[in-house]
């Protein structure tokens, strides 16, 4: 998103919805403990059964690792992870900050460059200011956010005069799993898409928007508590999960809920707040800390079902332990051939910052594989070649990737299952985390599909897939940066809570399977449609939605969507409907809206032949339910 200057088929294998289980709602509370306590029996030196709870973690049994090589329980992260101590002094690690962030901070040349860095803070207290630059991610190494304490702020803002205020392109960075004491009160947090703010737990206000109240356009809190007040004021659009606010205040176009405390009850459109009491499914994302050995661990959260309020609130978050010994860490020199033998060998991994060209595709085939990522990796399919494919396997958890494509055109950058997958993974879902993807902007890229879901009960918590309207010259362009479709879903009863989807060149998410439920869409149409005869789906409808439901689909839920338009290299370019799914009380929209930005284009409808065109003064048009 650059956001300007403004105030498939449905598969045979689909059981019939009478026989096809109803995963998330059939999975109670015992079957849920039975899973986790089967995970725990037998474990060397595991807790108790209560550590299946809030109480703390377990061991994972030698038996659940799999047969990977045994690696470093201290492993060298390489050159582009700076792991802190408060040994170190605060002047010491300040500088060390400053440098980075004077080298990322530049919307200019580091929004498309290849550095990558990852700032982890070893359990204590630190006075230090953090300012958060592009492919940046900020960690705390405790096993819950308060073991890590910053006595000053974590911060993103439109850093640079060139920005005039505008935080609209401040991508592509993360804060996680730490405690803030910001100096002024508020912690300022002003960023655009693929930045979570995750397990953070902010001791007095949280501000989401510049300090010059300029345009910020999306973002997405989980698993935080913000003893204050978090202030929207002039962001577009946001969604918070899982969370505990002290209050929350502002909104302009689509602010969402689920399972946030402190959240402002739902009076979409006036105020545009959309609230859901739960998230439905949930499992909260893996992440590094230092044992009181001072060996590296990864933490993996249970699932959890109609949960609300972050994970650590009472108490640590419930889930296993994994050593680090189970983990090959993926760093500079590796090739897709050394990633897929660690896989192979049944290592997790642990992948570092950096730009990893891939000649193959890198094959995930067993069941609870982790492939937790730290300062945006980034993935790049060479020659054609799909980047990464999953096989129908559980609890598969994909954490805090960049999938950029290749310069020549790949099929999917990511697949999850192949197709015609059919197994239940309602117990022990595969989870999407963090996970971005990128067509053009850094180079020419071309990907006919961003990600396929094919698998059952995926979850997908967080995802930007982008086909760039921006970047370097040569990178972007109608018959340039060629993608079809964003997101397909094969699957049945998946899960997309964070969906993110923008400027793809046909249906940006195409939802096939039965059962699925979105929490929260942004989206823009391409900008950039030549003309009308080039951006038409099937006779006398013009241009495609931004969010298809399959017409074979009975059963489908979505709450709190946005789609906006700004055709702006052919200002008379109209897209019919920015929503189209069939006409069945099982398909049900909630508070949905369109937006024309500046008036440039328009969008006829909202949903099928529903709602009115949009404004040409930036207004929203809204739909608050349909049927």
């Known amino acids: 998103m650059r956001r300007p200057s403004l105030a498939a088929p449905t598969a045979d ?18 079957a849920l403990l039975l899973a986790t306590l089967t995970g725990l029996t037998g474990a060397a030196g595991s807790a108790s059964a209560e550590s299946a709870g809030r109480g ?24 582009n992870v700076h792991v802190f101590d408060p040994s170190m002094g605060d002047a010491a690690i300040q500088s060390e900050l400053d440098t980075q962030f004077n080298q990322m901070k530049d919307t200019a040349t580091a929004q498309f460059s290849e550095n990558r860095v990852a700032d982890l803070f070893k359990p204590g207290t630190y006075g230090v200011e953090d300012n958060v630059g592009f492919y940046t991610s900020v960690a705390g190494l405790g096993q819950n956010p308060d073991d890590v304490t910053i006595n000053g702020d974590v911060t993103v ?53 510049p300090a010059s109240y300029g345009y910020a356009s999306g973002g997405f809190i989980a698993d935080t508590k913000v003893s204050g007040q978090a202030s929207s004021v002039s962001q577009q659009q946001w969604y918070t999960r899982n969370s505990d606010l002290g209050s929350w205040d502002g909104g302009v176009w689509n602010m969402v809920f689920s399972g946030v405390s402190g959240a402002p009850s739902t009076t979409f459109p006036n105020p545009p707040e959309t609230t859901l009491a739960t998230t439905p499914v949930s499992r909260d994302v893996p992440y590094l800390y230092v044992d009181g050995s001072g060996d590296y ?17 009472n108490g640590s978050t419930a889930g296993t332990s994994l050593p680090m010994s189970q983990f090959y860490v993926v760093k500079a020199g590796d090739t897709a051939e050394t990633i897929n033998n660690a896989l192979s060998e049944g290592c997790n991994l642990f992948v570092t910052p950096g730009v990893y060209h891939l000649d193959q595709t890198l094959d995930v085939t067993r069941a609870d594989t982790t492939i937790l990522g730290v300062g945006y990796p980034t993935f790049v399919p060479d020659n054609g070649v799909d980047a990464m494919k999953v096989a129908d396997v559980d609890g598969v958890r994909l954490k805090g990737l960049l999938f950029d494509a290749g310069t020549t055109n790949s099929q999917a950058l990511l697949t999850v299952g192949p197709s015609g997958s059919s197994a239940d993974h309602s117990a022990d879902p595969t989870t999407i985390q963090d996970v971005f993807f990128r067509i053009g902007g850094e180079n020419a890229g071309k990907a006919t599909d961003s990600l396929v879901v094919n698998s059952n009960d995926t979850i997908i918590d967080h995802i930007w897939a982008w086909r ?36 793809y060149q046909k249906y940006e998410v195409v939802w096939n399977g039965q059962g699925g439920r979105t929490i929260f869409f942004q989206n823009e149409n391409p900008y950039d449609p030549p003309d009308q005869a080039s951006w038409t789906s099937s006779p006398g409808v013009d241009g495609y939605a931004a969010y298809k439901v399959g017409d074979d689909v ?60 949009t404004a040409s003064d930036t207004t929203p048009t809204d739909v608050v339910s349909y049927p």
């Open 468 to 503: 760039a309207d921006h970047g370097n010259s040569g990178s972007v362009g109608w018959t340039t940066n060629t993608a079809d479709n964003g997101l397909t879903v094969n699957g049945d009863d998946v899960l997309a809570d964070g969906l993110f989807v923008e400027h």
């Open 157 to 209: 803002d439109a850093f640079n005069a060139s920005d005039a205020g505008n935080a609209t392109q401040n991508f592509w960075r993360s804060a996680e799993n730490l405690a803030i004491n910001p100096s002024s009160g508020t912690d300022r947090w002003a960023v655009a898409q693929a930045a979570p703010f995750r397990r953070i737990d902010v001791h007095g206000n949280l501000a989401l928007y």
């Open 56 to 79: 703390g973690a377990a061991a994972r049994p030698a038996a659940d690792a799999a047969d990977c090589p045994a690696q470093s329980d201290t492993p060298d992260f390489g050159p």
């Open 13 to 30: 294998r689909r059981r019939p919805a009478s026989t096809r289980r109803r995963g998330y709602a059939a999975l109670g509370a015992g």
């Open 554 to 613: 009975t059963t489908h839920e979505a709450w709190g969507l946005g789609s906006y338009c700004y055709f702006n290299v052919n200002p008379s370019v109209d897209n019919y409907h920015a929503f189209e799914a069939p006409d069945t009380a099982g398909v049900k929209f909630h508070d949905a809206l369109t937006v024309s930005l500046g008036g440039v284009g328009t969008i006829s409808h909202v949903i099928n032949d529903t709602g009115a065109v």
């Open 297 to 313: 661990r990864v933490f993996e959260p249970s699932l959890e079902t109609n949960s609300s309020g972050a994970s650590w609130a």
